[in-house]
C-alpha cells in the first residue's frame, strides 16, 4: 500500500461524484495543499498532471476534500474525468528548505515538531512509493521484483540483456 498517494478508479469504478470532480474526505497526510498533486491516466494510457488552476483543496476541520474541475460543476480550466480513468491524488514534500526551524529559546510546540518529523517521513514514504531502489538485490546477487511486472523493456542488445515480450513474440512468430 503506497502512503503518499491513493488511486481511485482502479476496477473502473469511479463513482458519479468522482467522474464530476469531487473526492471528498480524502485520507492523504500532507504538510501544505501545495504539496498535493493529481494525475489522470485514462484507457489509452495517456497521464494528465492537474495544474493546481484545475482543482480546489478545501480543508475544514480534519477533512481534506478537492474538487476537479470538470465540464459538470462549471470551474475553469475543466478536464473530463471518465468512469474508466484513473485518479491518482499524491503529495509531493518538498526537501530543500525546512518546514520549521528552531532557535535556542524557542517555545516548542507539538505541531512544530511533528511538521518537523513529518517533513523527514513524508519525504521518506514519497521515495518509497516512487520506486527509488525498488528492485533490490536478493542474497544470491540478483534482482528481485518482488512478482511485479517490469514494463518499459528495450529491445537488448547483449546476450544476457532482458527483453520486452513484443521483442520475443516477435523471435518466436518470426524466427
Do not use: C
Request: hydrophobic letters at 35%; zero cysteines; charged letters at 20%.
Amino acid at each position: 500500500m503506497a502512503n503518499s498517494y491513493i488511486d481511485y478508479g482502479l476496477a473502473g469504478d469511479l463513482s458519479t461524484d468522482q467522474r464530476d470532480g469531487d473526492f471528498n474526505n480524502v485520507t492523504l497526510d500532507y504538510i501544505n495543499t501545495d504539496d498535493i498533486y493529481i494525475i489522470r491516466t485514462d484507457a489509452s494510457d495517456v497521464k494528465t498532471t492537474l495544474t493546481s488552476s484545475q482543482f480546489t483543496v478545501t480543508v475544514v476541520g480534519s477533512v481534506t476534500n478537492i474538487q476537479i474541475h470538470t465540464p459538470a460543476n462549471g470551474l475553469a480550466n475543466p478536464i473530463t474525468i471518465a468512469a474508466t480513468d484513473l485518479i491518482r491524488i499524491g503529495r509531493t514534500t518538498g526537501i530543500d528548505s525546512l518546514t520549521r526551524e528552531f532557535t535556542d529559546g524557542s517555545v516548542l510546540k507539538a505541531s512544530d515538531l511533528n511538521a518537523a518529523n513529518n517533513q523527514m517521513l513524508f519525504a521518506l514514504q514519497e521515495r518509497a512509493d516512487a520506486g527509488v531502489n525498488s528492485l533490490p538485490t536478493d542474497t544470491d546477487g540478483k534482482f528481485d521484483a518482488g512478482g511485479k511486472v517490469i514494463k518499459n523493456l528495450g529491445e537488448g542488445t547483449d546476450y544476457y540483456d532482458s527483453v520486452n515480450k513484443g521483442y520475443v513474440d516477435d523471435l518466436n512468430l518470426y524466427g
